[in-house]
């Protein structure tokens, strides 16, 4: 299990070296683009807003003098949590809006690993296919919300939230295996159940991909280059550990 864990990682790292090879740059610019729009926002709202938002999440219905003992062990916990929310949900949006150019991506990409000749950024192809990437994004997030709404809920609950960091990154490395592996196997004709049986199959593999990907979100700078890696290399995993 833990080899496939740093299996899986590797794959990311093989995305971001994918992302600058000649024939593929130019289909990772668009998505570059939209997530760097996206973090720089997430980034300045994180620090407008982090202050407030940690006084919040703090159990007002504790005695000060043991609320001032126990914050040096929660106030970590609280602040990973308010980077996984935040972070996480910037990756959805960011990944809404570039879903469109991520399908050609993982194309091209396929065609390189394959040795075939990846072709111009395809402007009609984008286009036509728009609505149903759309659709398949918004399918995906209606499968995330069923986990994330619940997952939610806990972390407000006194005592019980305390582990709620943890349930967050299992979870969200989980969502991100899944939403960045449905380009390269919507392209091969996978619909969304068979890519999830698919991924449970070697869900150490799809965790540590996802895991790798989690924290290279939270990396500033790093994660401006995230979504177009993260479709390369789950093209490359798809290719070279899932197809059947």
Do not use: C
């Not at 300045?44 to 043991?66: A, C, K």
């Not at 993982?106 to 075939?116: F, H, I, P, R, Y």
């Not at 159940?193 to 698919?198: E, F, G, I, S, T």
């Not at 989690?214 to 093209?235: R, S």
């Amino acid at each position: 299990m833990i080899q496939d864990l740093f299996t899986g990682a590797r794959y990311l790292f093989k995305g971001f070296s994918l992302i600058h090879q000649k024939g593929i740059r130019r289909f990772a610019y668009i998505p570059m683009a939209i997530n760097t729009l996206l973090f720089s926002f997430a980034i300045w709202l994180g620090i407008n807003q982090f202050e407030q938002w940690m006084d919040n999440l703090m159990p007002t219905w504790l005695p000060e003098w043991l609320l001032g003992w126990i914050m040096w062990i929660i106030w970590p916990l609280f602040a990973g949590l308010l980077m996984l929310i935040v972070f996480f949900s910037f990756s959805i949006i960011a990944n809404l809006l570039a879903a469109p150019f991520n399908g050609v991506l993982a194309e091209a990409v396929e065609d390189k690993l394959l040795g075939q000749r990846p072709t111009g950024l395809p402007w009609k192809q984008i286009i036509k296919e728009t609505p149903l990437m759309l659709w398949n994004e918004l399918r995906k997030i209606g499968y995330f919300l069923l986990w994330i709404i619940p997952l939610f809920i806990l972390s407000w609950i006194p005592v019980i939230n305390i582990i709620a960091p943890l349930l967050w990154i299992i979870l969200s490395s989980w969502m991100l295996a899944i939403d960045y592996h449905d380009y390269p196997m919507a392209n091969n004709h996978l619909k969304f159940p068979q890519q999830r049986a698919l991924l449970r199959k070697k869900r150490s593999l799809a965790l540590g991909f996802g895991l790798a990907t989690l924290g290279a979100t939270l990396i500033p700078f790093i994660n401006f280059l995230v979504i177009p890696a993260a479709v390369a290399g789950a093209t490359a995993l798809y290719l070279g550990e899932l197809k059947e």
